[in-house]
C-alpha cells in the first residue's frame, strides 16, 4: 500500500512538470507571437531597421506560408521581364515577322509584372496587419497608384525639361553660327560647313546649366515622393473610419522626410550588397546567354545546350523569390518607422495636453489666491471701517 502511494505521488508530480513545461512554452510562442502593437514604439532609424529584421526572422515560417505564392507570381513575370530585356534572336526573327504580337506580349509581361508587384506588397501587409488581403490590396493598389503617377510625372518633367533646354541650346548655338557663317566667301564653304559643325556643339556652360537643372528637378522629386515613405504605412496601418487626409498626411511624411531618406539610402546599400552577392549565379548564366545570343545575331551558332533557356528562367526566378523578401524587410522598415513617428507626435500631444491642464490648474490656484487677497482686503477694509 505504501509503495502504491509513492508510485501516485511520483506519477502526479511527473504530470505537474509534463503540464507546467506546456504551459511554460506555450507562454513562449504566445510572447512570440506578431502584433501590430510593437509598431509604435519610439526608435531611431537603425533601431527601427534591426526591429523588421528581428520580426521577420522570428516569424519567418508565418511570412513563408502567407505570402510565397504572391512573391512567386511576382519573381516569374520579373524573370520573363529581364529575359525580354536581353538580346535573343528567336525572339529577334519573331518580332520582326510577327512585330504587334511581339509588342502585345511584352507589354502584358510588363503589365502583369508590375500588378504582381502590387498583389506581392498587398500580400505582405495583409500578413503584417493581419487583415484581409482584399482590403490590403485596394488600399495597397490605390497608394501605389498614386505613388507611381507622381513618379512618372517627375520623370517626364526632368527628362523634358533637360531635351527642351538642349534642344534649345543646340538650336541657338546653330542659328548663330549660321549667321555668321553667311557672311563668309562661298568659296570657304566646305571649310566653313566642318567648321560650323564643330561649332554647333554645346558649349561648358551648356552642360553646366543642365546639370543645375537635373539636380534641382531630382530635389523636387525627392520632396514629392519621399513623404510617401510615411503615407503608405498609414494608409495601411490606420483603423477602420479613420480619416487620410491627404494633405496633412503628406506634411507629416514632408516633415519627416530625413528620416525617409536616411533608411531608403541605408536600406539600398545593404540591399545593393545582398543583392551582388544572390545575383551571382543568375549574372554567370546571364553572361552566357549574352553572350551566345549576340554571337547568333552576327551568324554564329549558339554555343550552349538546349536546356540553357530554362535553366536560366529558373534560376532568374528563384533570385527574384531570394530578393523579394529582403525588399519586404525594408518596407515593414518604414511601417516601424512610422509607428515610431506616431509614437513621437502622440507623446508630444500628451506633453501639450498636461502641459494646459497644468497652466489651468496653476490659473484656477492663481484665482483662487486672488479671491483669497480679495477677501483679505474686504478684511481690512472692515477692521478700517470699525477703527473709525
Known amino acids: 500500500m505504501l509503495f502504491w502511494k509513492r508510485n501516485t505521488q511520483r506519477e502526479v508530480t511527473l504530470l505537474e512538470e509534463k503540464y507546467s513545461k506546456r504551459s511554460y512554452s506555450f507562454d513562449i510562442k504566445k510572447k512570440k507571437e506578431m502584433d501590430t502593437k510593437v509598431l509604435f514604439k519610439h526608435r531611431s532609424v537603425t533601431a527601427c531597421m534591426k526591429a523588421s529584421y528581428d520580426m521577420i526572422s522570428d516569424n519567418i515560417t508565418s511570412l513563408l506560408k502567407k505570402t510565397w505564392w504572391a512573391v512567386l507570381i511576382f519573381a516569374i513575370f520579373m524573370a520573363l521581364t529581364v529575359y525580354f530585356r536581353m538580346p535573343n534572336k528567336g525572339l529577334h526573327d519573331w518580332g520582326e515577322n510577327s512585330p504587334w504580337a511581339s509588342f502585345i506580349l511584352q507589354s502584358l509581361v510588363y503589365l502583369f509584372a508590375w500588378l504582381s508587384c502590387i498583389n506581392m506588397g498587398a500580400a505582405f501587409w495583409a ?43 543646340v538650336a541657338k548655338t546653330a542659328a548663330g553660327n549660321a549667321t555668321a557663317n553667311a557672311a563668309t566667301n562661298a568659296v570657304n564653304a566646305a571649310a566653313n560647313a566642318t567648321t560650323a559643325v564643330a561649332a554647333n556643339a554645346p558649349t561648358t556652360s551648356t552642360y553646366i546649366i543642365m546639370a543645375i537643372l537635373a539636380i534641382v528637378g531630382i530635389f523636387i522629386s525627392l520632396v514629392v515622393l519621399l513623404p510617401f515613405g510615411y503615407a503608405i504605412p498609414k494608409v495601411m496601418l490606420m483603423e477602420k473610419g479613420e480619416k487620410i487626409e491627404p494633405w496633412k498626411t503628406f506634411k507629416k511624411g514632408f516633415r519627416y522626410s530625413g528620416a525617409i531618406f536616411k533608411m531608403g539610402f541605408l536600406g539600398t546599400i545593404i540591399l545593393c550588397v545582398i543583392a551582388c552577392i544572390i545575383v551571382i549565379p543568375a549574372s554567370i548564366l546571364g553572361w552566357a546567354q549574352l553572350s551566345s545570343q549576340l554571337g547568333a545575331l552576327e551568324g554564329d551558332p549558339l554555343g550552349v545546350p538546349g536546356y540553357f533557356t530554362p535553366l536560366f528562367l529558373v534560376v532568374l526566378t528563384l533570385t527574384m523569390f531570394v530578393i523579394s523578401y529582403t525588399y519586404c524587410w525594408l518596407g515593414i522598415s518604414f511601417a516601424f518607422l512610422y509607428g515610431s513617428k506616431k509614437t513621437q507626435e502622440e507623446e508630444r500631444r500628451l506633453a501639450l495636453e498636461k502641459e494646459g491642464i497644468d497652466m489651468k490648474m496653476e490659473g484656477i490656484s492663481l484665482k483662487k489666491e486672488g479671491i483669497g487677497l480679495g477677501k483679505e482686503g474686504i478684511g481690512l477694509r472692515k477692521e478700517g471701517m470699525i477703527e473709525k
Open 127 to 169: 500578413w503584417l496587419t493581419k487583415r484581409p488581403y482584399a482590403h490590403c490590396l485596394l488600399r495597397y493598389g490605390i497608394a501605389i497608384l498614386v505613388f507611381d503617377l507622381l513618379t512618372i510625372l517627375c520623370d517626364l518633367l526632368l527628362s523634358g525639361g533637360l531635351v527642351a533646354y538642349y534642344t534649345s541650346a
